[in-house]
T-cell receptor, first 115, second 112 residues
Framework: NAGVTQTPKFQVLKTGQSMTLQCAQD?????MSWYRQDPGMGLRLIHY???????DQGEVPNGYNVSRSTTEDFPLRLLSAAPSQTSVYFC??????????????FGSGTRLTVV | GNSVTQMEGPVTLSEEAFLTINCTYT??????LFWYVQYPGEGLQLLLK?????DKGSNKGFEATYRKETTSFHLEKGSVQVSDSAVYFC???????????FGQGTTLQVKP
């Protein structure tokens, strides 16, 4: 099982550039989420999805877009990168309530630097 | 609203010492509760979980009991090892939502 796969692992962007962080899971999980981790601030939810075609905003959605066209994939788009978006980004997936997989599995992260 | 509060770190212990990391929460309804661990340079791994009041989650010698009356989910281990050095996150998942809300994390350092 590959679990949750994030690409790229590292990325440097210039201010104003756009890019897409990729996330794929092979566990047939319904739920997927994106978090950012910043020193001293823990993990903050950006966007999440409860199934294909359904997404919702988390705590810090501004500057990011998501879509969920398939169960497996949940890409995160940065529309116009800003230095404040320098962070480590984690994608995670989870099974439905009551399932053994009801507890998010995290990817290994993407370290993004915006200069 | 929903929130999680963890004790501030770092927590520094000697090998074989007893560990407690406090976690309290505020939530509407009946959340599920989780502990995650993050080793240096890695992503988060689910350590244990509890989905209803009085449930005890356990894994790798760690335990936590879901206490609804005190809104707490404290992490304990009877004898820590150097390899347990990591950052520990308490988290809650409200109801049947897709959200996972984290505490700030507690850094544990275990010295030989």
């Amino acid at each position: 099982n590959a679990g949750v796969t994030q690409t790229p692992k590292f990325q440097v962007l210039k201010t104003g550039q756009s890019m897409t962080l990729q996330c794929a899971q092979d566990m047939n999980h319904e739920y997927m989420s994106w978090y950012r981790q910043d020193p001293g601030m823990g993990l903050r939810l950006i966007h999440y999805s409860v199934g294909a075609g359904i997404t919702d905003q988390g705590e810090v959605p501004n500057g990011y877009n998501v879509s969920r066209s398939t169960t497996e994939d949940f890409p995160l788009r940065l529309l116009s990168a800003a230095p404040s978006q320098t962070s480590v980004y984690f994608c995670a997936s989870s099974g439905a309530p009551g399932a053994r997989s009801y507890g998010y599995t995290f990817g290994s992260g993407t370290r993004l630097t915006v200069v | 609203g929903n929130s999680v509060t963890q004790m501030e770190g770092p927590v520094t212990l000697s090998e074989e010492a007893f560990l407690t990391i406090n976690c309290t929460y505020t939530a509407t309804g009946y959340p599920s509760l989780f502990w995650y661990v993050q080793y240096p340079g890695e992503g988060l791994q689910l350590l244990l979980k509890a989905t209803k009041a009085d449930d005890k989650g356990s894994n790798k010698g760690f335990e936590a009991t879901y206490r609804k009356e005190t809104t707490s989910f404290h992490l304990e281990k009877g004898s820590v090892q150097v390899s347990d050095s990591a950052v520990y996150f308490c988290a809650l998942r409200p109801g049947n939502t897709g959200k996972l809300i984290f505490g700030q994390g507690t850094t544990l350092q275990v010295k030989p």
